[in-house]
């Protein structure tokens, strides 16, 4: 048995990927427990910046922290109002300078369909990971995350931002031929970003531990249902995919205290 608090899954990019739940000071290697039974109680929430036990009001923060942390700043999700290469603060000006003055990413995934996105160069395979990416290229690599939004806005105009979750759980793909995509995304770039093209041409794919595509997704919303026991039968992104098509979102749950019990039979 296992309690704690939930954060999205720690994944470690390997074939299969391996994925750790982490429950107070306990780890759960996740693939282990595919094939086995699992049981997840809810026992109400917490928030995951100040640990106080308060309802979840958006990414596993309560309202007050939401709008008061700076981890959780407007250019957390858009990155193209970043202000901290200007020396100028959103709400606390260290933590945005090492946040968004670092290397950063702009790439191609194909999740649901192909899209464009912006991440950290520390965590690219993470973030790969964590959106379910099949396959997936670097375009640009820029020197902090205003330039890298900058970009992914003038992208946005022929390509998508966002995964459609449903279609990356059933692998509904569209089949893409990434020298053509590359090409068409570096043709569009204005020549003042030229100098930030990763030069080298490399597709990484994803082989996520998944035994069974679920055919109908039904989406298991812990606060409501309070109990769930199901077999393990994938993981994928940070879904658990479950038999009977319930899926279980760990990162959609983050702040969520749960009891946790796995069959070992």
């Not at 309802?55 to 923060?61: A, P």
């Not at 990356?168 to 003042?192: K, T």
């Not at 082989?207 to 989406?219: D, E, G, H, Q």
Request: hydrophobic share 35%; with cysteine.
């Amino acid at each position: 048995m296992f309690n704690g608090m939930l954060k999205k899954m720690i994944t470690e990019f390997s074939d299969p990927i391996r994925y750790f739940l982490e429950l107070n000071n306990d780890f759960i290697e996740m693939n282990q427990c595919i094939d086995h039974q699992i049981s997840i109680k809810y026992e109400g929430q917490e928030c995951v910046n100040c640990n106080k036990e308060r309802s979840i009001f958006r990414m596993g923060y309560c309202k007050k922290c939401f709008f008061e942390s700076p981890a959780t700043g407007d250019w957390i999700i858009r990155p193209e109002l970043s202000n901290a290469h200007k020396g100028i603060e959103d709400r606390d000006l260290e933590y945005e300078k090492k946040m968004q003055i670092q290397p950063h990413i702009v790439y191609l995934s194909l999740t649901s369909q192909l899209k464009i996105g912006v991440t950290r160069k520390n965590q690219l395979y993470t973030r790969w990971i964590d959106q379910g990416a099949y396959e997936a290229i670097k375009l640009l690599e820029l020197p902090n995350r205003y330039l890298a939004g900058v970009a992914e806005v003038h992208f946005k105009k022929i390509f998508s931002d966002r995964t459609y979750s449903n279609k990356m759980l059933q692998n509904n793909f569209e089949n893409i031929d990434w020298d053509i995509e590359r090409e068409r995304a570096l043709n569009y770039l204005p020549s003042n970003y030229k100098k930030y093209i990763v030069e080298e041409i490399k597709t990484t794919r994803f082989n996520f531990p998944v035994l069974k595509i679920p055919t109908k997704v039904r989406r298991l919303k812990l606060e409501k249902e309070n109990f769930y026991k199901g077999l393990l039968k994938g993981i994928k992104g940070q879904y658990l995919i479950f038999e009977d098509d319930t899926v279980f979102g760990v990162r959609a749950h983050e702040g969520t205290k749960v009891e946790i019990k796995i069959d070992q039979d």
